[in-house]
């Protein structure tokens, strides 16, 4: 049985509005807005420190992180990539004009339009990635 694709020009905005108007985004009002418009109710947001769900859980998780930053900017690395209702863009994160202080992927599945989970994929060389990997104490090397 054939299932029916999700448009690629949704899947193509969702990624990057969600980038910009969710995570980028330093007003709460605008970026509930934005979550409302763009994710599923039940909506799973999975990072490296676990499993985020629901539209109000997210937009806490967006706005703490932003607070951690507020001057970062997320920029687009490339195009991103559709296949039928899943989605991929590289970003990185940093001041405006100079280089990224970290990267990663989101990886959108997408639901009836909109955002049903994303996986944010950080590079796990960067600070971010350790801070966020292993909260409140250090990360083990080896």
């Not at 999700?6 to 910009?20: F, G, K, P, T």
């Not at 990539?81 to 940093?94: D, P, T």
């Not at 990663?104 to 950080?122: C, E, M, S």
């Amino acid at each position: 049985m054939f299932q029916t694709m999700e448009s690629a020009d949704r899947i193509r905005e969702l990624l990057d509005r969600n980038l910009q108007e969710v995570f980028g985004e330093g007003d709460t009002g605008r970026r509930r807005s934005a979550i409302d418009e763009l994710w599923a109710e039940d909506g799973i947001l999975y990072v490296p420190p676990g499993a985020i769900t629901g539209r109000e859980a997210i937009n806490r998780f967006a706005g703490d992180l932003r607070a951690t930053h507020p001057d970062f900017v997320y920029s687009p690395r490339g195009e991103p990539q559709v296949l039928q209702n899943a989605g991929r863009i590289a970003w990185g994160s940093g001041r405006a004009g100079e280089e990224a202080a970290y990267a990663g992927w989101d990886v959108v599945i997408v639901r009836d339009g909109k955002i049903a989970a994303l996986y944010v994929f950080l590079d796990e060389k960067s600070d971010e990635f350790r801070r966020s990997s292993f909260p409140g104490e250090a990360p083990v090397e080896g």
